[in-house]
């Protein structure tokens, strides 16, 4: 569409016994975009359990313990049902089923995990004795001695010397019962009255003491197998209990899907309400709604309530309050760009939608730079791809596959254009001309589409100063009709230096971009007298003065700056054709004969192209749509519109 939704605002007063069925209606797709009213509620002697906001953060609490369950289960959610199928859960039915759920699972996640902790301490103690478990020492004898102090533990080697100086004050035993390149494994004994001493220099010279449980007995052989035993056994009781958690998964994998669905729509109707406003037996509500989908959505209010009061205030798009939600409608094909549209800016409600415009330009102006048949075949394989979203990894980009198809079929037309095939210039014949061969030709179209552009920005612009009625902006802004006069007058002045015999003299066009550029320049006075504001100039005239030289400087500085960028599409074209004749050099080079190292350097460039090469292009194309086109018409600032929707809490779901 070439504008959004147009929007009428609606204020229902609708009894307390149809309060439900009204907000399950109004979340239906109607498009109702909800405004808090709870702050008109009078009724302040709720019973606890009447409390809606309670009951929304209620269901929250058992969303969340359904998708822990999911999670543990390793159960995917499935994609929600349509609306009119989306049926709330009352939370007193819900409550027990939800926690007789969580219950079975937390008794063998939570035995699970005191069998984890056991076999990390296990595998700990194993790993601590395996380089010494051949020796022949009793494990009692390192405890709970009166007199001596002993442990046996590793420790680098580098650090042996430094512990005996550390210790030479003080009697004590070392000695080395192993020793590795790296480490040894040594027995440190010495009084228990100097234990302290002792520990403190085993601490700095890195010793990793050996620390066992005590009901470990027996020698170090004895306690390795006993461990091994253990380990063996947790290992065995993992199983049973990975078991049980699938048969869990199993028994309650259709019942958690559609219990999420049922509490998510609960809560989404709780937290609706909550902010309705209340008074003693009525409900207040106010929200917009698109003016297509309004009559429906009274005819459906009027069954569901026969007692409900509605009045509709429908919206100009001139003059309007930035408070009214912006509610785009675009088909799929269109909506890829739609996204780089709001990535940007939210329309305004007064402005066009120029997700059209988009879907027109971006594609041109990205095969143009990256004109290929078979990189762009290649291309759109890949977009195919990523929407299909059957590469797991890959399903995060998704969003981006009909957005860069649509480019790589442009990118491919552009390659019949330009005869360029995997950048070989002699397989598919050029319908217009070769990029690299006509430089000149190439940078030259690409300004002359520039400057359409611009000018179609301008006009656009202009349409949107109308529609908004803002004669101000429409007749003297720098994007306005002085901008766009001044802009072709001055284009028309470099005409005429260049080009003999051109038509229109030059002191007209002089003449044009003087009145232009007083226009333009002194604009903020020239708005304050059609708007009847005073002072005409604010902070001093000779400050004011100052102001607009500059800002006129600025204004001519884009012109230039925004009508050259352009020649960027034309730049990347040549670069392109040349960067794909490198790789074939670089191929020849590692085999002349065209053997295997031919073809991997071929696709290794083709891979690099695709990749890197097409980013590039993609972010150029997006800085010339954002800063040179888009500038010269869109404002933004809309504010988003958000239906009520028993669906829209969750709109990536992994399915």
Avoid at 45 to 59: D, M
Wanted: proline share 4%; charged share 20%; aromatic share 10%.
């Amino acid at each position: 569409m070439l504008y959004p939704l147009s929007m009428t605002e609606v204020e229902l007063i609708v009894p307390a016994r149809d309060m439900v069925g009204v907000t399950r209606t109004l979340a239906g797709q109607m498009g109702f975009h909800q405004i808090d009213t709870s702050y008109l509620s009078t009724d302040n002697k709720l019973k606890p359990t009447e409390s809606w906001p309670q009951r929304a953060a209620t269901y929250t609490a058992l969303e969340r313990k359904i998708t822990s369950a999911m999670r543990v289960l390793n159960i995917d959610r499935t994609p929600p049902p349509p609306v009119d199928q989306m049926n709330a859960i009352e939370i007193e039915d819900a409550q027990p089923v939800v926690d007789g759920i969580d219950a079975e699972i937390h008794a063998v996640t939570d035995r699970r995990a005191e069998e984890q902790k056991k076999l990390e301490q296990n595998q700990n103690f194993l790993a601590q004795l395996e380089p010494i478990s051949d020796l022949d020492v009793d494990i009692s004898s390192l405890r709970n001695s009166r007199y001596v102090f002993t442990t046996i533990g590793t420790i680098p080697c580098e650090n042996m010397e430094r512990l005996r100086m550390s210790l030479v004050r003080i009697p004590f035993a070392m000695l080395t019962l192993r020793e590795g390149p790296h480490e040894a494994v040594v027995w440190v004994a010495g009084l228990q009255s100097q234990a302290d001493i002792l520990e403190r220099a085993l601490r700095s010279a890195y010793l990793n003491s050996l620390t066992m449980p005590e009901s470990y007995k027996g020698t170090l052989v004895e306690v390795t197998a006993a461990i091994r035993r253990e380990i063996d056994s947790s290992q065995a009781r993992f199983r049973e209990l990975d078991e049980q958690l699938l048969q869990l998964r199993k028994k309650y994998e259709s019942q958690l899907q559609s219990l999420f669905w049922q509490v998510n729509a609960g809560r989404i109707l709780a937290d609706a309400i909550a902010h309705f406003g209340k008074l003693q037996h009525t409900y207040i509500i106010f929200g917009w709604v698109p003016a297509i989908r309004l009559p429906l959505l009274i005819e459906r209010l009027k069954v569901v309530s026969k007692s409900i009061v509605i009045e509709t205030f429908p919206v100009r798009r001139a003059g309007v309050a930035s408070d009214v939600p912006v509610t785009l409608s675009n088909n799929r094909l269109l909506r890829p760009f739609q996204e780089l549209v709001t990535t940007f800016a939210q329309p305004r409600y007064d402005e066009i939608d120029p997700t059209i415009l988009m879907a027109i330009t971006f594609p041109i102006l990205f095969g143009a730079m990256f004109g290929d048949v078979g990189h762009g075949i290649e291309l759109a394989l890949v977009g195919l791809l990523l929407t299909s979203g059957r590469v797991k990894f890959l399903r995060a980009l998704s969003g981006l596959g009909r957005l860069i198809t649509i480019c790589g079929v442009s990118a491919a037309l552009f390659g019949f254009l330009y005869g360029s095939f995997f950048g070989l210039e002699n397989v598919v014949p050029a319908l217009w001309f070769h990029p690299i061969n006509n430089i000149l030709t190439i940078l030259a179209f690409s300004v002359g589409a520039g400057i359409f552009l611009l000018t179609v920005g301008y006009l656009i612009g202009i349409l949107n100063a109308w529609i908004a009625r803002d004669w101000g902006r429409f007749f003297f802004d720098h994007n306005g009709l002085a901008g766009l006069v001044l802009y072709w007058s001055l284009l028309g002045i470099v005409a005429s230096i260049a080009i003999k015999n051109f038509p229109i003299p030059t002191a007209i066009l002089v003449l044009l971009a003087v009145v232009a550029g007083v226009a333009v320049m002194f604009s903020e006075i020239w708005k304050h007298m059609l708007e009847n504001i005073h002072p005409l100039v604010e902070g001093g005239l000779g400050t004011y003065l100052i102001q607009v030289i500059f800002e006129m400087f600025e204004t001519l500085i884009a012109y230039l700056s925004n009508s050259l960028s352009y020649m960027r599409v034309g730049a990347f074209a040549v670069a392109h054709a040349g960067l794909s004749s490198v790789f074939f050099i670089l191929a020849e080079l590692v085999s002349p004969g065209h053997g295997i190292g031919y073809w991997i350097v071929v696709v290794i460039g083709n891979i690099f192209i695709i990749g890197f090469e097409g980013l590039i292009v993609g972010i150029q194309t997006m800085r010339l749509e954002y800063y040179e086109f888009f500038s010269k018409f869109f404002r933004g600032g809309g504010l988003r519109s958000q239906p009520l929707s028993l669906r829209s809490s969750v709109e990536d779901y992994s399915g």
